[in-house]
């Protein structure tokens, strides 16, 4: 499918659709896609933290994280 004939059926779709929930969550899905994320600005010292425990090598690998779990999980 083109993306002219995709333009064309959902255009369709939408305008055979008589659901306001379903067009608003539509018309919400649509408006979301142009915005832009911003964080929070509670979780920025954490985001920050994090960036300076990878630079300096304070990381678990996947292999630590798991071996700590299975002794987390056998008590």
């Not at 911003?38 to 678990?60: C, L, N, S, T, Y």
């Amino acid at each position: 499918m083109t993306l002219i004939e995709l333009k064309k059926s959902i255009h369709q779709k939408v305008d055979d659709l008589n659901d306001r929930e379903l067009l608003e969550l539509v018309d919400a899905l649509i408006h979301r896609k142009d915005e832009v994320f911003v964080v929070p600005e509670h979780m920025e010292a954490g985001i920050r933290q994090g960036i300076i425990d990878i630079q300096k090598g304070d990381v678990f690998t996947m292999d630590d994280f798991e071996a700590k779990y299975e002794k987390w999980l056998k008590g």
